[in-house]
């Protein structure tokens, strides 16, 4: 199976080599984990140094703010706009109907190999069915494989939600081939930032948390530590 890289210190060692291509990771974890930062970096480092164009379809944040956000770590994603490597899509909460033919048509445009959606949790702000969004979520993941992208969705925990539950809605990691698992918890006196291959399809890989910081050139995972957190 290929693998590509992340463009994510450290994060290929621990998912066994890379991301498997066209296939869809899950990228989840509870607030401020870093989601966003790392789903940028794998559409920044794609573009930048592997030839990978990209597209970021988010539900949360307006574009401006992420692209403020990310210029800390040298992340010009203006610039990869203007260059035609990349396409930030403006979501309109009132069309979510129309949204996956603009991505489609977006991904075309842009000739994007990679994609970003943040996040399919903050979908369900916008379908009210619970059916409804599992078909929403479904006929993404479709799209997206057709499309042949590898592909990051991040979803969210909600904190305290209990063990074991890697999602908000429950239907997200089936749908995805990977998962990596974002954790910020409590270590003696002080919180930590850990990280984890909870499944990667069709490869081994780590069975460890790991560490990883957000520092000034983005997230760096250290593969050959363990974190040790309290859970
Ligand atoms: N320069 C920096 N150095 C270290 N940590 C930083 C820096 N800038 C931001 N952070 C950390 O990154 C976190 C936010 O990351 P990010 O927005 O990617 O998280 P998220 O998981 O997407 O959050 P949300 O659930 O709100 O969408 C902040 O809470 C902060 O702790
Ligand atoms: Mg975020």
Redesign the pocket.
Known sequence: MEKIKSGITGLDEIMGGGIPRNQLVLVT????????????QFIHEGATKYGENGVYLSF??PDYLIKE?VK??GWDLDRLEKEGKFSFIKYDPFHIEDVFEILQSTIKQVGARRVVV??ISALGLHVKDDAELRRTIFNLSVILRKMKCTSIL?S?IVSGSGEGKLSRYGVEEFVADSVIV?Y?ERSHSAFVRAIQAWKVRGSAHSEKIHPY????TGVIVYPHEEAFIER
């Open positions: 974890g509870t607030s401020g984990t870093g989601k966003t930062t790392i789903s940028t949360e944040e956000n800390q770590y943040d996040s991040v969210e974002l910020y910081k957000i520092g000034n």
